[in-house]
């Protein structure tokens, strides 16, 4: 069982017009300014799972400003979901700067067979992840609902990029402190989070925060999957950040690093099992 738990998906509607999306919201452009930067509908997600191997993915839209985009793009997810479902997970996204509006979108994602919320992107919807005030509704109704929660994290270090932001470690280990019964999942390995959970404090911290792969073959080397396998092998999750990178490619990768294939198998798919709680199955 091989799960991408960061995925994207956009409608064709939002594809074929994008020039005017660029204009809606500042963190879009940022992304998809340059017509090189991939954008990918259902159809041609499942192309790439069934290329790679890939047997069931986490899906979501972009987390945009305004709520009545995220509406229309979990208004997508949701039709895709019912179309796949035996491959599609679908995650809503919603803007917790919106205050009750957001939480009214929550309830709708949850009804509409939703599993959980995100990517959350703080820096382009206007909010901080350690903001109590504006999190806790989120957070109250997500545990309401046994939703994780993903956010987009990035490096305080190392080279720009569109979409670099400014979710540190930092900012990750106060929400978990301020919220310890939210299940988290870090994008981007939580802009390094991971390693500071060799930190017996942290560690204590994070009991209930997770870390994905996506867009690892842009950030570092190779050698994190295999120092990951060592210190945190239940806490990995495989992911891709589609259709930045194709799952195909990725898992050539990861399968090419020196580690216990009981460890990659959970990596790949039996860490993300566990958290998503989808019952009796992988280990």
């Given at each position: 069982?091989?799960?991408?738990?960061?995925?994207?998906?956009?409608?064709?509607?939002?594809?074929?017009?994008?020039?005017?999306?660029?204009?809606?919201?500042?963190?879009?452009?940022?992304l998809y300014a340059n017509p090189k930067a991939r954008?990918?509908?259902?159809?041609?997600?499942?192309?790439?799972?069934?290329?790679?191997?890939?047997?069931?993915?986490?899906?979501?839209?972009?987390?945009?400003?305004?709520?009545?985009?995220?509406?229309?793009?979990?208004?997508?997810?949701?039709?895709?979901?019912?179309?796949?479902?035996?491959?599609?997970?679908?995650?809503?996204?919603?803007?917790?700067?919106?205050?009750?509006?957001?939480?009214?979108?929550?309830?709708?994602?949850?009804?509409?067979?939703?599993?959980?919320?995100?990517?959350?992107?703080?820096?382009?919807?206007?909010?901080?992840?350690?903001?109590?005030?504006?999190?806790?509704?989120?957070?109250?109704?997500?545990?309401?609902?046994?939703?994780?929660?993903?956010?987009?994290?990035?490096?305080?270090?190392?080279?720009?990029?569109?979409?670099?932001?400014?979710?540190?470690?930092?900012?990750?280990?106060?929400?978990?402190?301020?919220?310890?019964?939210?299940?988290?999942?870090?994008?981007?390995?939580?802009?390094?989070?991971?390693?500071?959970?060799?930190?017996?404090?942290?560690?204590?911290?994070?009991?209930?925060?997770?870390?994905?792969?996506?867009?690892?073959?842009?950030l570092y080397q190779d050698d994190i999957f295999t120092?990951?396998?060592?210190?945190?092998?239940?806490?990995?999750?495989?992911?891709?950040d589609y259709p930045l990178i194709t799952p195909q490619?990725?898992?050539?990768?990861?399968?090419?690093?020196?580690?216990?294939?009981?460890?990659?198998?959970?990596?790949?798919?039996?860490?993300?099992?566990?958290?998503?709680?989808?019952?009796?199955?992988?280990?």
């Amino acid at each position: 069982m091989i799960i991408d738990f960061h995925t994207h998906i956009t409608a064709p509607e939002i594809i074929e017009r994008r020039d005017e999306y660029l204009v809606r919201d500042a963190w879009f452009r940022d992304l998809y300014a340059n017509p090189k930067a991939r954008l990918s509908s259902a159809k041609e997600l499942i192309k790439a799972m069934d290329e790679g191997g890939v047997d069931q993915a986490v899906v979501f839209g972009f987390g945009w400003q305004d709520m009545d985009l995220c509406r229309r793009d979990n208004d997508y997810v949701m039709e895709s979901v019912a179309r796949y479902p035996e491959r599609l997970i679908g995650f809503g996204v919603i803007n917790p700067a919106a205050g009750a509006e957001a939480i009214q979108e929550i309830e709708r994602c949850a009804a509409g067979g939703l599993r959980g919320l995100g990517e959350l992107m703080p820096d382009g919807q206007g909010y901080r992840l350690d903001d109590e005030k504006t999190m806790a509704p989120v957070v109250e109704a997500a545990l309401a609902h046994d939703m994780p929660l993903l956010t987009h994290c990035s490096e305080p270090v190392g080279h720009l990029y569109p979409g670099k932001g400014t979710v540190t470690p930092d900012e990750v280990i106060r929400f978990a402190r301020l919220f310890p019964e939210a299940r988290l999942v870090c994008a981007h390995w939580g802009g390094g989070t991971i390693f500071y959970e060799l930190m017996p404090e942290v560690s204590r911290l994070m009991h209930n925060v997770y870390y994905d792969t996506a867009a690892s073959l842009y950030l570092y080397q190779d050698d994190i999957f295999t120092l990951a396998a060592r210190w945190a092998p239940g806490k990995v999750l495989f992911a891709t950040d589609y259709p930045l990178i194709t799952p195909q490619r990725f898992i050539e990768r990861m399968k090419g690093v020196r580690m216990p294939t009981v460890t990659l198998r959970r990596m790949l798919g039996g860490n993300a099992w566990r958290v998503l709680k989808l019952g009796e199955g992988p280990a």
